[in-house]
């Protein structure tokens, strides 16, 4: 079986919300009073609104908003692309919140007079703006300001670890194909993304430094050009596909040529918030600090 949520809910999000980056899409005046009836239009956005401790009043998610186990009880409107709006509708709600990257919608809701909150994911800037603006948007400043500033200790205290230590070259690996033996092609990150951001804070250099495009997709060969010091492969579907996680390993180990290989610094990451830019991405900042630089803390 092909690997495909990576593919499906980063690549082709990611890509969409690059194209509408420029976007003249804008939040609309919210109304005084607190939302009741929320609806998330995106996982990250369900999580940043459980973890603010609101989750109570989110009312429907998209098919894909599966964490917390709260949320994946919750009715669903569709997919993340098209939405059903006529289920939407049907749910009354007082507040939709979605990305920037589903401007389609939006301009749909806004027609029916449906308020509207519209954040971003794309970088881990966007990911902090996102949960100050759902914060004052339903009435959680408090909550909101307190995980911000647990995200930025944890940030901080990762940067002084890597401040003094050497940059290895990272290579994030976002999707390929389980068609073959061999990679046919491999999407990975690129400057314009969370990722960068995480390996930079980390303490990495990111393999790829061109500006575009916004989600690379490399051959073998170019990946033999890269020679990454260390590979990080996204990989959340391993529990479901143990077979397929086995020949991803194969894959990477007939890369012999590659410093990763050679030194045995290739790394599947499990984990399903891997591909959420929700509060969770930052449990994955910490995994990539111990991966590119394992030593101990200096006291």
């Known amino acids: 079986m092909q690997r495909l949520w990576p593919l499906f809910l980063f690549v ?6 690059v194209a509408n980056n420029n976007s003249d899409t804008e939040n609309e005046q919210l109304p005084t009073g607190h939302p009741q009836r929320i609806i998330s239009l995106s996982p990250n956005i369900t999580e940043i609104i459980f973890d603010l401790g609101a989750g109570e009043r989110v009312v429907a998610v998209t ?19 098209q939405p059903n709006i006529e289920t939407i509708v049907a749910t009354e709600p007082d507040l939709v919140i979605l990305l920037s990257a589903q401007q389609n919608t939006v301009e749909q809701l806004r027609k029916l007079n449906i308020k509207t909150l519209i954040v971003n994911n794309r970088t881990l800037s966007d990911i902090t703006t996102s949960i100050e603006q759902i914060g004052k948007a339903i009435g959680y400043q408090q909550q909101a300001g307190q995980l911000l ?7 901080n205290a990762i940067k002084q670890k890597a401040v003094k230590l050497p940059s290895p070259s990272v290579m994030i690996s976002m999707g390929h194909s389980l068609a073959s033996e061999q990679f046919d092609q491999v999407y990975i990150a690129g400057q314009q993304d969370f990722y960068n951001d ?6 990495g250099k990111n393999v790829y430094q061109n500006d575009f495009p916004a989600v690379p997709s490399v051959s073998i060969e170019g990946i033999l050009q890269l020679n990454p010091d ?10 479901d596909h143990n077979k397929s996680l086995q020949q991803v390993k194969q894959q990477w180990q007939s890369l012999k040529q590659i ?13 399903d918030y891997a591909t959420i830019p929700g509060p969770r991405i930052f449990l994955l900042l910490e ?3 111990a991966l590119i630089h394992p030593e101990p803390d200096k006291k």
């Open 149 to 155: 500033n647990q995200i930025n200790n944890k940030i």
């Open 287 to 289: 995994q990539l600090s």
């Open 198 to 203: 995480l390996i930079e804070l980390a303490g």
């Open 230 to 239: 260390i590979i990080i492969d996204i990989f959340p579907e391993a529990d």
């Open 63 to 81: 098919d894909y908003c599966d964490f917390p186990k709260q949320a994946a009880l919750l009715p669903k409107v569709g997919g993340f692309i």
């Open 259 to 271: 410093n990763a290989v050679k030194h045995n610094q290739v790394y599947i990451l499990e984990e």
């Open 12 to 17: 082709v999000i990611f890509v969409i919300a």
